[in-house]
């Protein structure tokens, strides 16, 4: 079955498209049959059932994870006050360990290369920053100046309540930054969510300036669960994700607007492993009686964490962190 040009390719325009497969909600169960097709050009995976963009706001209900934060007041309440001075810095020093550790994995930290050159004259945007964690601990971190633009009413209102940050609610397009403001950009898995990424591309593009960077985090399409689990792949994540990308088509993409791709790290993490798994044994993963059996599983997590770590050496896992640099 193939697709005219009324289905085109977010990148490469009016295509023949391949049907891939037919998915629906697993994670949330948000009702509808989602039809996703490839470009035979980039290889970007992306869905052409007709999508309204008004209607996009209803695929994330009140429990999506990635527009929640936990308040800090919760931490400061588990801070022993009894606690001996070795055993909070042990605690302090493990949970250190714990930190790098993940990075590691996920390859979420940003590059030394970047980072030491960040400082308080440095300004930094997040697009996509959900409640602006992210943005939290950098600021703590590097003193930079942050700014974040975001969708969701709800993750910009604890973004301010909880961690006083100034945060856009809206689109980037519409977001009243002067031109080249950012030395930093960075869209940590928020552009396969939104419906024109070239629009997205084009306005990082002008905020940016002359030799800054930009750091993007992407499911890839081409990972090897990807390829094995198809419409039961976690990071699908359907259909909410309304594009799946693949070094190919992000380098096209990036390319076109004066980015050069410096570096791409994969994740190392056997999450996105243990969520398919869960879909394929299991269906779904927001019913009660089988919530997260497989996938928040630590056992099996220890056990599949060396082969995960294998297919991230190999780029072959489910996540890649992009980094592109302004040649201009």
């Given at each position: 079955m193939t697709f005219t040009d009324a289905n085109k390719c977010p990148i490469c325009g009016p295509v023949t498209a391949t049907l891939?497969?037919?998915?629906?909600?697993?994670?949330?169960?948000?009702e509808g049959e989602y039809i996703y097709a490839k470009c035979p050009i980039c290889d970007l995976l992306f869905i052409v059932t007709p999508i309204k963009k008004e209607d996009i706001s209803t695929f994330y209900p009140t429990s999506y994870g990635p527009h929640k934060s936990l308040d800090n007041e919760k931490e400061i309440a588990n801070i022993r006050n009894g606690d001996s001075h070795f055993l909070r810095w042990l605690n302090r020093n493990a949970k250190r360990f714990v930190i790098i550790l993940n990075h590691w994995l996920k390859g979420?930290?940003?590059k030394r290369t970047i980072y030491r050159n960040?400082?308080?004259?440095?300004?930094?945007?997040?697009?996509?920053?959900?409640?602006?964690?992210?943005?939290?601990?950098l600021r703590s971190e590097k003193g930079v100046q942050v700014y974040g633009v975001e969708i969701s009413k709800a993750a910009v209102?604890?973004?301010?309540?909880?961690?006083?940050?100034?945060?856009?609610?809206g689109e980037l397009?519409?977001?009243?930054?002067?031109?080249?403001?950012?030395d930093l950009i960075t869209a940590w898995f928020s552009l396969e969510h939104m419906p024109d990424p070239e629009k997205e591309i084009t306005a990082m593009k002008k905020l940016l300036k002359d030799n800054g960077n930009i750091i993007i985090g992407l499911p890839n399409s081409k990972s090897l669960n990807a390829w094995l689990f198809k419409d039961r792949w976690y990071h699908l994540d359907c259909p909410r994700h309304l594009h799946l990308w693949n070094t190919t088509s992000v380098n096209k993409l990036l390319g076109r607007h004066g980015l050069e791709i410096t570096s791409i790290v994969f994740d190392k993490t056997p999450w996105g492993l243990l969520g398919s798994l869960q879909y394929l044994l299991y269906q779904n993963n927001y019913l009660e009686d089988r919530r997260n059996k497989i996938s928040r599983n630590r056992i099996l997590y220890i056990l599949t964490l060396p082969w995960t770590i294998l297919m991230g050496l190999l780029r072959l896992s489910d996540i890649m962190i992009v980094y592109c640099k302004n040649k201009t």
């Open positions: 891939s497969f037919k998915a629906i909600d697993r994670l949330h169960g948000i979420t930290k940003i960040l400082n308080n004259s440095s300004m930094v945007l997040d697009v996509g920053c959900g409640s602006g964690k992210f943005l939290s601990n209102k604890r973004g301010t309540r909880i961690y006083g940050l100034d945060i856009i609610h397009m519409d977001a009243p930054f002067s031109p080249k403001s950012f």
